[in-house]
């Protein structure tokens, strides 16, 4: 008897898991645009001040997913946000143009958010209703619980919404801002990028407990912990807490998990604390490629879109380079100006 050939394996391909948002099509491409353009530019800057022509930067690569899927739940142009340094994707969700970036990376006279007088990545946009943070860490959590406030005084409809690493957490401000909020019952949402390192310090040297989300339990709050590489799974959270501010109930605290794929700055060197072999694990949890690969699953995404998607960023990117740095520095006879007071000057 002769044998029996086994019939060739059928490929079925796998149909994936619903998205579960409540977001269409464009809008998920426009998620993913800016993640895209947040990673380019910050590669950019990193690459500028590699080669001498800007003096510092501090990278975002890794939190986009979880800057862009909080911002993506806020209303623009209602909603305020108070940003801490690696916030690239937040304000760039929120209205900043690359243009308005690279202006203030070069430290030019047009920098909306400084006039050229602050170091990068201290975001501020008065027009975009973002408030700008100071060098030392924490300091816009009071603050926010104080806008908050005052949008629950006049009755406005107003979320706020400020950002943080973890180890924030363990300065005095962090603590005061969500008692505060907390008690108040503030329209405010705490998001924190936990990246596992204040700066050089891992996280079970800063804390005890195993996520920050926990320390919300002590304001009588909501903390939630999340996948920070997953922007899906980071925007359905923050929606829920958004629509629980704007609807009055108070505050909420957002626990992110995300990578840090870079040293702190430009000016760290992170290959004395961390083995390169923990950098590498991190970016294969890419939360840029992550989504890519999302959006192509699901059919929301062709080969073609992707590849101008790119190549448009890519231009995008170039032209708020050579814009910025042939923009005019700041004037020497500025100098003083809103450091000093000035008679007659508002």
Sequence with gaps: MGSMTEPAAVKTRRTPRPLDVDLGGAELR????????????????????????????ISCQGHEAAQVGTAAALRR??????????????????????????????????????????????WGHAGLRIISGSSPVGTQIPHA????????????????????????TSEGDFHEGL?????????????????GYAISVPRHKQMATATVAERAAAYGMPGIAVDGTDVLAVYRVMRRAVDRARSGQGPTLIDTRVHRFTPHSSDDDDRVYRPPEEVESARQQDPVEKFRRTL?????LTTAQDHELRERVAAIVEDAVVFAEQSPLPAAADLTRHVFAESGRR
Aim: aromatic share 10%; glycine share 8%; hydrophobic share 45%.
């Design 30 to 57: 426009a998620i993913c645009e800016t993640m895209v353009l947040s990673r380019a530019l910050d590669e950019r800057m990193w690459l500028l001040n590699r080669q001498g022509r800007a003096h510092f930067t």
């Design 77 to 122: 142009g209602e909603d305020i946000t108070l940003p801490y340094y690696r916030d690239l994707g937040v304000v760039l969700w929120m209205g900043m143009t690359p243009r308005e970036v690279m202006l203030s990376f070069f430290a030019r006279a047009d920098d909306p958010n400084s006039g050229g007088r602050q170091m990068p990545n201290h």
């Design 145 to 168: 619980a104080g806008v908050a406030l005052a949008a629950k005084i006049r009755h406005e409809p107003t979320v706020t919404a400020v950002y943080f690493g973890e180890g924030t």
């Design 179 to 195: 008692n505060f909020a907390a008690i108040h019952r503030l329209p405010v949402i705490f998001v924190c990028e936990n990246n």
């Design 296 to 300: 192509v699953q699901h059919d929301l």
